[in-house]
């Protein structure tokens, strides 16, 4: 099944949830789990937004990684990101670059490129809505 995946497509799963992370099963995750945290943030700013943001991407990796850690390794990754908010709604631009190493030949497989999250606002926390990247 790898191997029909073409590497344009494949390369920013890879780089962002490690491999072939389903962004649309996380997202239905993110959504469904509506649990607010024990205390509701004071109100909505860039640096929770941005830190709501690095928790979706720690999510990814982690899931990634119990999924595909036989299949690749040695991850090396750094996102830039910048968070702006509009009324209720947060927005991420962000860019990637990394690479793994493919346990089965040995090659090293890098990328780079953007990333695109929203978030909205529900009077208490930061609830990723949608991305594409």
Not at 5 to 32: N, R, W, Y
Request: charged share 15%.
């Amino acid at each position: 099944m790898i191997a029909m995946i073409s590497q344009v497509k494949f390369i920013p799963f890879v780089l962002v949830g490690l491999v072939m992370l389903s962004f649309s099963s996380v997202l239905a995750q993110a959504t469904d789990e509506e649990t607010p945290p024990v205390e509701c943030l004071a109100a909505p700013d860039e640096l929770n937004l941005a830190q709501a943001f690095d928790v979706e991407l720690q999510k990814w990796l982690v899931e990634s990684q119990a999924s595909y850690a036989d299949t690749y390794t040695n991850l090396s990754y750094s996102v830039a990101r910048v968070a702006t908010i509009e009324d209720d709604t947060g927005y991420i631009e962000a860019t990637y670059t990394g690479s793994v190493t493919d346990v089965s030949t040995g090659e090293s497989i890098s990328a780079s490129g953007p990333i695109h999250a929203s978030f909205s606002w529900n009077g208490c926390f930061w609830q990723l809505i949608d991305y594409s990247y």
